[in-house]
């Protein structure tokens, strides 16, 4: 069978900005295309992509609708790591990925381990494929160069206002950071309020992408990522990024001149990485283009399609995931959520 032949359909809601796992599903939904892979009918598709916990109804109806068609669960999280109540989220996700998946694909090394942990059944194929930035945005063409002459500048980013997303640091930056030496911007949600960074607010990934390349260092500050999209945009934009040294982030940053635990030795490592600009460029970086990861997707895509076992789904096991969705779902509103422990 043939690249061309193979046709793939990406199920979830493209209208909506949903941060870093949005940005990176358009990405890969424009270079199927390009292959001329893409389906825009989940008739037409061979395999079904499915994100995380997002579009359940759509798709019970289309594991019911197309039992013989292969579906793949792009796996995120846990949610135990970020959410009240995500341990119940993710048993929720793990049914659908036990009843409705042929095969799971991890964000990263750390997303697998802890989806494990937190009571994920590994019984099909899976793979480990990292996320990648738009290649015509986020890349280091027309780089502008640090001026020793100025004040050297900073950037970090998030669209989410979680706190596991760093606000702490982030905090601790603008009240100790030497802006005699430094200034730095935010881009992301405007919720932030700073004294000294300037938030820029949310924006596209094209300026975010100008806004990259015009700065000498990024700083990430997530404490919980499955992958971070923005700290590989960063790198993709040959930024030295310097990151909070915890979930998957050291799976991206292989250097450990970049990798930081607490705030003295993230302001140690700053100094030294701004010395060293225009010199130092070396760092171990850990990251593919969406081109590759985009092949990466297909060639799983194809193992799973040339797979010989057959998955079935009965409609007990169907009723069972409707209820479930329809508890949590209105559970939730009530603000009692935690009854589904007992009931999933």
Same mark, same amino acid.
């Given at each position: 069978?043939?690249? #061309?032949?193979?046709?793939? +359909?990406?199920?979830?809601? +493209?209208?909506?900005?949903? !941060?870093?796992?949005?940005?990176?599903?358009?990405?890969?939904?424009?270079?199927?295309?390009? #292959? !001329?892979?893409?389906?825009?009918?989940?008739?037409? =598709?061979?395999?079904?992509?499915?994100?995380s916990h997002h579009e359940f109804y759509k798709l019970v109806k289309l594991k019911f609708k197309y039992p013989k068609k292969k579906f793949i669960h792009r796996m995120d999280?846990?949610?135990?790591?970020? /959410?009240?109540?995500?341990?119940?989220?993710?048993?929720?996700?793990?049914? +659908?990925?036990?009843?409705? =998946?042929? =095969?799971?694909?991890?964000?990263?090394?750390?997303?697998?381990? /802890?989806?494990?942990?937190?009571g994920l059944k590994l019984a099909k194929k899976y793979k480990i494929i990292h996320n990648a930035s738009d290649s015509a945005i986020f890349n280091g063409i027309n780089k502008i160069h640090y001026q020793p002459s100025k004040k050297c500048k900073l950037i970090s980013s998030s669209w989410s206002f979680h706190p596991n997303k760093g606000i702490d640091i982030l905090n601790q930056l603008d009240?100790?950071?030497? +802006?005699?030496?430094?200034?730095? *911007?935010?881009?992301?949600?405007?919720?932030y309020k700073f004294k000294n960074i300037k938030n820029l607010g949310v924006m596209s990934s094209e300026l975010l992408g100008k806004y990259l390349k015009s700065s000498d260092i990024y700083i990430?500050?997530?404490?919980?990522? =499955?992958?971070?999209?923005?700290?590989?945009?960063? *790198?993709?934009?040959?930024?030295?990024?310097?990151?909070?040294?915890?979930?998957?982030?050291?799976?991206?940053?292989?250097?450990?001149?970049?990798?930081?635990?607490?705030?003295?030795?993230?302001?140690?490592?700053?100094?030294? *990485? /701004?010395? !060293?600009?225009?010199?130092?460029?070396?760092?171990?970086?850990?990251?593919?283009?969406?081109?590759?990861?985009?092949n990466d997707y297909i060639d799983f895509s194809r193992e799973i399609y040339e797979d010989i076992n057959n998955s079935s789904v009965n409609y007990i096991t169907f009723l069972k995931l409707v209820i479930n969705i329809f508890l949590f779902k209105f559970l939730s509103k009530l603000r009692v959520t935690a009854i589904l422990k007992f009931l999933i």
């Amino acid at each position: 069978m043939s690249n #061309k032949e193979l046709k793939i +359909f990406i199920l979830f809601n +493209f209208s909506k900005k949903n !941060g870093g796992g949005s940005t990176f599903l358009k990405s890969l939904k424009k270079e199927i295309g390009s #292959k !001329g892979l893409l389906c825009k009918d989940p008739f037409d =598709a061979d395999i079904i992509i499915f994100n995380s916990h997002h579009e359940f109804y759509k798709l019970v109806k289309l594991k019911f609708k197309y039992p013989k068609k292969k579906f793949i669960h792009r796996m995120d999280g846990p949610l135990s790591s970020n /959410r009240k109540h995500g341990n119940i989220f993710d048993k929720l996700i793990y049914q +659908f990925n036990l009843y409705l =998946a042929d =095969a799971t694909i991890f964000q990263s090394q750390w997303s697998l381990s /802890r989806n494990l942990n937190s009571g994920l059944k590994l019984a099909k194929k899976y793979k480990i494929i990292h996320n990648a930035s738009d290649s015509a945005i986020f890349n280091g063409i027309n780089k502008i160069h640090y001026q020793p002459s100025k004040k050297c500048k900073l950037i970090s980013s998030s669209w989410s206002f979680h706190p596991n997303k760093g606000i702490d640091i982030l905090n601790q930056l603008d009240n100790s950071l030497d +802006f005699n030496k430094y200034e730095m *911007v935010f881009i992301g949600n405007e919720k932030y309020k700073f004294k000294n960074i300037k938030n820029l607010g949310v924006m596209s990934s094209e300026l975010l992408g100008k806004y990259l390349k015009s700065s000498d260092i990024y700083i990430s500050t997530s404490k919980i990522e =499955a992958c971070s999209n923005s700290l590989i945009e960063a *790198v993709s934009c040959g930024l030295p990024s310097i990151t909070r040294n915890c979930s998957s982030n050291s799976e991206i940053v292989k250097d450990q001149r970049l990798l930081y635990n607490d705030m003295d030795e993230l302001l140690s490592k700053l100094d030294k *990485v /701004r010395t !060293g600009l225009n010199r130092e460029n070396n760092y171990k970086y850990n990251f593919k283009s969406i081109s590759t990861i985009t092949n990466d997707y297909i060639d799983f895509s194809r193992e799973i399609y040339e797979d010989i076992n057959n998955s079935s789904v009965n409609y007990i096991t169907f009723l069972k995931l409707v209820i479930n969705i329809f508890l949590f779902k209105f559970l939730s509103k009530l603000r009692v959520t935690a009854i589904l422990k007992f009931l999933i």
